[in-house]
């Protein structure tokens, strides 16, 4: 069965400083890769997503993403972070024969001042 | 191009009671998912529509239902409230792997802003 892990339920960083999320995942072949940001009382934007090729992929808002295979695992990165980044991240894995996301718990990122 | 919109925004209910919750599509999408998301966790898979079948179903008991209508959107319906079904509700569309062009566009779930339920 397909899992996500992200291991951090909160972090701060104050603002311009770099950010990076983890996530880990668990699938047997290699999966379709998300990062959605939730803003309170929202719904989800996606920020990013993995299919296959370059494992280095691009964003909205200045984030990327890094895609491991030996590491299973799809960090989110963003080099300054700002105030309106706060929100809520949750990475999420698709297997490759059904369009069901699986999600991790979450992080919740702050930024301080 | 127009996004998910979900319907109602806030409600409130009380054990035992049922409700229906109105979610329509992106347009140019044909398949719609229904998450639900407790306070504190990432959203949970419900099921998914595609041509107005039912075309998946995760962990949920069958007193969660749902509809999808020609015109693609979409409706849950929970029945019999527990306290625990008070959550975020979550209605994602896309478009189906056979129809969209260049295949992998269609993994791509827009997400509405949700209906929040509270169980009292």
């Known amino acids: 069965a397909q899992s996500v892990t992200q291991p951090d339920i909160h972090i701060t960083v104050s603002e311009g400083a770099s950010l990076e999320l983890r996530c880990n995942y668990s699938?047997?072949?290699?999966?379709?890769l998300f990062w959605y940001v939730q803003s309170p009382g929202q719904g989800l934007q996606l920020l990013l997503k993995?299919?296959?090729?370059?494992?280095l992929v691009q964003g909205i808002k200045g984030f990327e993403a890094e895609f491991k295979r030996s590491q299973s695992s799809f960090n989110l990165r963003k080099p300054s972070v700002h105030w309106s980044d706060a929100a809520e991240y949750f990475c999420?894995?698709?297997?490759?024969?059904?369009?069901?996301?699986?999600f991790g718990t979450g992080t919740r990122l702050l930024v301080s001042p | 191009e127009t996004g998910v919109t979900q319907s109602p925004t806030h409600l409130i209910k009380t054990r035992g009671q049922q409700v229906t919750l109105r979610c329509s599509s992106q347009?140019?999408?044909?398949?719609v998912s229904w998450y639900q998301q407790a306070l504190g966790q990432g959203p949970q898979f419900i099921f998914q529509?595609?041509?107005?079948?039912?075309?998946g179903r995760g962990n949920f008991p069958p007193r969660f239902s749902g509809l999808q209508f020609p015109n693609y959107s979409s409706e849950l319906n929970v029945n019999a409230l527990e306290l625990d079904d008070s959550a975020l509700y979550l209605c994602?569309?896309?478009?189906?792997?056979?129809?969209?062009?260049?295949?992998?566009?269609?993994?791509?779930?827009?997400f509405g802003a949700g209906s929040r339920l509270t169980v009292l």
């Open positions: 699938y047997g072949a290699t999966p379709y």
């Open positions: 999420a894995v698709m297997n490759t024969g059904f369009q069901k996301l699986v």
């Open positions: 347009s140019g999408h044909n398949t």
């Open positions: 993995y299919f296959s090729g370059d494992t």
């Open positions: 994602a569309s896309s478009l189906d792997r056979q129809g969209a062009t260049g295949g992998l566009g269609a993994n791509v779930l827009t």
């Open positions: 529509y595609y041509r107005e079948e039912e075309n």
